[in-house]
């Protein structure tokens, strides 16, 4: 049974940095995407960054000069760091994972999810 | 960036018909599209992959058609666990990106 659960800081003031990590308990570490996606409130889906466990990567162009995620193997965990945070990075943040393995399709959609963590940036 | 689009924003239903929701995408993602739904306070659940699989025990009353840039879910007998939003999801290109829900509410 994987389970995915996420700690970070819930009130920032502007400009500071977000920093969410998300711990992995059952299956592997291994051969996956390790997703960060966010919901601001009442709003959609925003995919934000991946990475596999060897380091590899992929970010959204549109937060890529802010954020940056990191992987821990030895702890089987993944985190994110959002960079001079704004009113508009107020959101869910949630971590994810593919359902299969990051070299096939089926590791490109997110049949995992961890509990959310909501993030408030206010002054 | 591929954009997709949902429609209806909101979608009254009553229980027990069939609604469908629509999905469509700026360009060709081929069959590389998913569902998902999602209740208030919770992660979003996976559905539909590859356009028209069930993920793991989803109900037969959910199924996905479409391919290229047009996609439909339907829901063939809504139940009251049903009332809830819709995401779909491209994963042929980077940035992954959602649509911005459809609402399945009580009529």
């Known amino acids: 049974q994987v389970q995915l659960q996420q700690r970070g800081a819930g009130l920032l003031k502007p400009s500071e940095t977000l920093s969410l990590t998300c711990a992995v308990y059952?299956?592997?570490?291994?051969?996956?995407?390790w997703t960060w996606i966010r919901q601001p409130p009442g709003k959609g889906l925003e995919w934000i960054a991946e990475i596999t466990h060897s380091g590899g990567t992929n970010y959204n162009p549109s937060l890529k000069s802010r954020v940056t995620i990191s992987v821990d193997t030895s702890k089987n965990q993944f985190s994110l760091k959002l960079r001079s945070v704004t009113a508009a990075d107020t959101a869910v943040y949630y971590c994810?994972?593919?359902?299969?393995?990051?070299?096939?399709?089926?590791?490109?959609?997110?049949?995992?999810w961890g509990q959310g963590s909501l993030v408030t940036v206010s002054s | 960036e591929i954009v997709m689009t949902q429609s209806p924003a909101t979608l009254s239903v009553s229980p027990g018909e069939r609604a469908t929701l629509s999905c469509r995408a700026s360009?060709?993602?081929?069959?590389?599209l998913a569902w998902y739904q999602q209740k208030p306070g919770q992660a979003p659940r996976l559905l539909i992959y590859?356009?028209?699989t069930r993920a793991t025990g989803i109900p037969a009353r959910f199924s996905g058609s479409g391919s290229g840039t047009e996609f439909t879910l339907t829901i063939s007998s809504l139940q009251s666990e049903d009332f809830a939003v819709y995401y779909c999801?491209?994963?042929?290109?980077?940035?992954?990106?959602f649509g911005q829900g459809t609402k399945v509410e009580i009529k």
């Open positions: 590859d356009a028209s």
């Open positions: 059952g299956g592997s570490f291994s051969n996956y995407y």
């Open positions: 999801q491209q994963y042929i290109n980077w940035p992954r990106t």
């Open positions: 994810a994972r593919g359902w299969g393995y990051h070299y096939e399709s089926s590791g490109w959609y997110f049949g995992y």
């Open positions: 360009q060709s993602v081929s069959s590389n």
